[in-house]
């Protein structure tokens, strides 16, 4: 009789614009469930939280944590590590990828006093740098799709090792016909497919959401979870990591998967900006010994900048970053809180007026950025001084962007004399537009000019 050993993972996640209202109702209605029909068997099972989510299982839910931490101790569960917020590691910084790693290190060692060794990353985030990436990070081992992994000979086997830059990472392989399954078939179909799969391999990876087993027959995923002690031997990842070494040499696919090559959109232009402004305030605070006074500012602007690099803000659609308008509206809204509160240890509390000339998103296109303490306003000259963002500062809102299509409103400014194209993205509900000439700063002077008056039906007035 084969014997089928089984590695599971279940990933939780909520977007980042899930209120706490609708998390409590998650937590109580499907996740609290979930991990007391986990408890009520003997699977072992690997679990991934993001970042969100587990921003508010501390705040408010912290009995689900403990019931982790127990599943965890008891040898019953292996929580993964990886970018706190499920990031893509190809899509931000190499300084903020290492940073986002560490804090979800921190925060299991602090939760569940355990460091991980495995990481979760969305399947389509894997790209062939991936193990210079993440070296020196303490992660040893990830989960990738088949479809992003190559063997020398063959079909890859459940587990390899993929080399980089002379640094190295295991690659547990995962099933996806199996994966999709669930809950579809029914308890047995599925094992008996698990069966099939499992003939002549050490090992098989399965993952399914936690949303998805959440929302599933309370019948059936009791009677799934106790097959799965019964009938299967299931297993950790840090023991299979142990087991199956010396493991085959497999080769990640190379490029970038269609849904993160379209991602430079306005709002993920955004995200880079901020992030290098940040990272250049915190030199100047090193460099000025205003750890003190700055130190805490900057953590919480360096936790919002972390919560926009959410990956589904920026490839989740056809239409990157536009996909789930409450979702853009959430990582924007962070943005400028993030970038107020590095501007107000720039600038001080007084009123003030800055203009910046630079490249700041990467694009090799400088930009103009022009700021006081109450909007602030990005055009690109290279472009025609088309208007990229205008930041209401108080809302957290750019109020020339809704997030998708408004009927009529591009064609009203056209005829209020703003040229075609003036704004590069969708603009909210306007009552009444007056658009003035804008000149570029081509003296060198530090003196732009920019007329755009309008009243919105929400929000304030500029």
Not at 303 to 327: C, E, H, I, K
Request: charge should be negative; include cysteine.
């Amino acid at each position: 009789m084969t014997t089928i050993r089984l590695q599971l993972v279940i990933p939780f996640h909520q977007p980042l614009c899930a209120g706490e209202d609708e998390l409590d109702k998650k937590c109580e209605q499907g996740y609290a469930p979930l991990i007391e029909a986990i408890e009520g068997c003997t699977a072992q099972v690997a679990l991934h939280f993001t970042g969100h989510l587990l921003d508010h299982l501390s705040h408010r839910r912290s009995e689900i944590l403990w019931r982790i931490k127990s599943l965890v101790q008891n040898g019953r569960a292996e929580v993964l590590g990886g970018l706190f917020y499920g990031a893509a590691p190809t899509l931000i910084p190499e300084i903020d990828v290492r940073g986002q790693i560490e804090m979800m290190t921190e925060y299991w060692e602090s939760a569940a006093g355990v460091t991980p060794a495995g990481f979760w990353l969305h399947q389509l985030a894997w790209t062939p740098d991936m193990p210079r990436l993440l070296a020196e990070t303490g992660l040893e081992y990830g989960f990738a799709a088949r479809s992003q992994v190559r063997a020398p000979q063959g079909a890859a086997g459940p587990f390899g090792i993929v080399e980089r830059g002379g640094q190295r990472l295991g690659v547990f392989v995962l099933d996806p016909e199996l994966s999709s399954a669930l809950p579809s078939k029914s308890v047995d179909a599925w094992l008996e497919a698990v069966l099939s799969a499992a003939q002549d391999q050490p090992l098989t990876n399965v993952w399914v959401r936690a949303e998805t087993l959440a929302a599933a027959d309370p019948t059936w995923l009791g009677e799934w979870l106790q097959a799965l002690s019964s009938r299967t031997e299931t297993v950790l990842p840090a023991q299979s990591f142990a087991d199956l070494r010396p493991a085959e040499r497999l080769m990640l696919v190379p490029g970038l998967a269609p849904e993160i090559a379209g991602a430079e959109d306005t709002l993920y232009r955004r995200m880079l900006r901020v992030s290098d402004k940040l990272r250049e305030t915190i030199d100047t605070m090193e460099e000025n010994g205003t750890e003190s006074e700055w130190s805490d500012s900057l953590a919480t602007a360096q936790r919002m900048v972390f919560a926009t690099q959410v990956a589904d803000a920026y490839w989740r659609s056809r239409n990157p970053g536009s996909g789930d308008t409450a979702l853009r509206d959430a990582v924007a809204e962070r943005l400028i809180k993030a970038e107020t509160l590095i501007d107000q240890l720039l600038q001080g509390e007084d009123d003030w007026i800055a203009a910046e000339e630079q490249d700041r998103d990467a694009d090799l296109a400088d930009e103009v950025f022009v700021g006081n303490r109450y909007l602030t306003l990005w055009l690109v000259p290279a472009a025609g001084g088309v208007i990229r963002t205008l930041d209401d500062r108080a809302t957290g809102r750019n109020v020339l962007d809704a997030g998708g299509e408004r009927n009529g409103i591009r064609e009203r400014l056209v005829a209020a004399g703003g040229p075609e194209g003036l704004l590069s993205e969708g603009v909210d509900t306007i009552e009444e537009i007056e658009i003035g000439r804008n000149e570029i700063d081509e003296e060198g002077d530090g003196t732009y000019h920019l007329a755009v008056r309008h009243r919105l039906e929400a929000g304030g007035a500029v």
